[in-house]
């Protein structure tokens, strides 16, 4: 029971409730393992922090962004329906004019050692999300795995509610039965092919975990982190746009408390 596979295990187990324990037991294991519960990360799920960037390191990753001569770095790109996202892989010490501003970063990251690890060629994504008004698979409501989780996301320029900004429904990081009942359906009708991340049903008993929700709507030079074993979603853009963004994934043990915790 004890590994962290990232969503869920194809195993006639699962009859008899494999994946909801694992569910459970993960949340009781994160429990342990934070030492000051009462900061807003473990409390609500998610921080921002504005002004986050010295002025100088902002503005020479604004500029990294916007600039003719980057954007050859942009060599991905990832279609999802109407969005469209090219990105730029990189690491702590990547392009040398953004190694301050993702110095600052990693600095940052480094003092929530009690929710993740960060090293220094943690993968870094640099993003530059094209929505339309068409919707995509990231517009439905889920989450990304059954345990704590969490990914960061700065934002260079401003992010308002037509550039198909983050939602996160609160207190969905919470320990609750009826995610515990919703862990077990969908673990037995999973296949192979199944995505890792549960849907959210729209309608009917489970629709009603999502509750109140926070729209990430910031002014420029804003950074967030935030668990994504809570149910949340990319909202549907309410006309053409362009959003930008660094974004870093960071997994952790599910059962972190069976582990030696680091000095």
Same mark, same amino acid.
């Given at each position: 029971?004890? %590994?962290?596979?990232?969503?869920?295990?194809?195993?006639?187990?699962?009859?008899?409730?494999?994946?909801?324990?694992?569910? %459970?037991?993960?949340?009781?294991?994160?429990?342990?393992? +934070?030492?000051?519960?009462?900061?807003?990360?473990?409390?609500?799920?998610?921080?921002?922090?504005?002004?986050?960037?010295?002025?100088?390191?902002?503005?020479?990753?604004?500029?990294?962004?916007?600039?003719?001569?980057?954007?050859?770095?942009?060599?991905?790109?990832?279609?999802?329906?109407?969005?469209?996202?090219?990105?730029?892989?990189?690491? +702590?010490?990547?392009?040398?004019?953004?190694?301050?501003?993702?110095?600052?970063?990693?600095?940052?990251?480094?003092?929530?050692?009690?929710?993740?690890?960060?090293?220094?060629?943690?993968?870094?994504?640099?993003?530059?999300?094209?929505?339309?008004?068409?919707?995509?698979?990231?517009?439905?409501?889920?989450?990304?795995?059954?345990?704590?989780?969490?990914?960061?996301?700065?934002?260079?320029?401003?992010?308002?509610?037509?550039?198909?900004?983050?939602?996160?429904?609160?207190?969905?990081?919470?320990?609750? %039965?009826?995610?515990?009942?919703?862990?077990?359906?969908?673990?037995?009708?999973?296949?192979?092919?199944?995505?890792?991340?549960?849907?959210?049903?729209?309608?009917?008993?489970?629709?009603?975990?999502?509750?109140?929700?926070?729209?990430?709507?910031?002014?420029?030079?804003?950074?967030?982190?935030?668990?994504?074993?809570?149910?949340?979603?990319?909202?549907?853009? @309410?006309?053409?746009?362009?959003?930008?963004?660094?974004?870093?994934? @960071?997994?952790?043990?599910?059962?972190?408390?069976?582990?030696?915790?680091?000095?």
């Amino acid at each position: 029971m004890f %590994f962290s596979n990232r969503k869920w295990i194809n195993t006639p187990l699962n009859y008899i409730g494999y994946q909801s324990l694992r569910y %459970f037991f993960s949340y009781i294991c994160n429990y342990l393992s +934070i030492r000051n519960k009462q900061s807003d990360l473990a409390r609500n799920g998610y921080i921002v922090i504005n002004d986050f960037l010295s002025q100088r390191s902002l503005i020479e990753l604004q500029q990294y962004f916007v600039s003719s001569d980057t954007e050859s770095s942009f060599d991905e790109s990832i279609q999802d329906a109407g969005t469209l996202v090219v990105r730029q892989s990189t690491t +702590i010490d990547g392009p040398v004019e953004l190694r301050p501003s993702l110095h600052e970063i990693y600095n940052t990251l480094s003092t929530f050692n009690d929710f993740f690890k960060i090293s220094l060629n943690q993968k870094i994504w640099l993003d530059k999300i094209y929505n339309t008004k068409d919707a995509c698979s990231q517009n439905d409501i889920h989450c990304d795995t059954f345990h704590a989780a969490f990914k960061v996301w700065y934002f260079p320029f401003g992010v308002t509610k037509d550039q198909s900004p983050l939602c996160i429904y609160k207190n969905t990081h919470q320990f609750s %039965f009826k995610r515990f009942f919703l862990e077990y359906i969908c673990s037995i009708s999973a296949t192979e092919d199944s995505e890792h991340s549960w849907r959210l049903p729209k309608k009917g008993f489970f629709s009603s975990l999502a509750g109140d929700k926070v729209y990430f709507t910031c002014e420029p030079n804003t950074f967030v982190v935030a668990n994504t074993m809570a149910f949340h979603h990319r909202s549907i853009s @309410l006309q053409d746009s362009i959003r930008y963004q660094v974004h870093l994934s @960071l997994p952790r043990e599910a059962f972190k408390c069976f582990y030696r915790r680091s000095s």
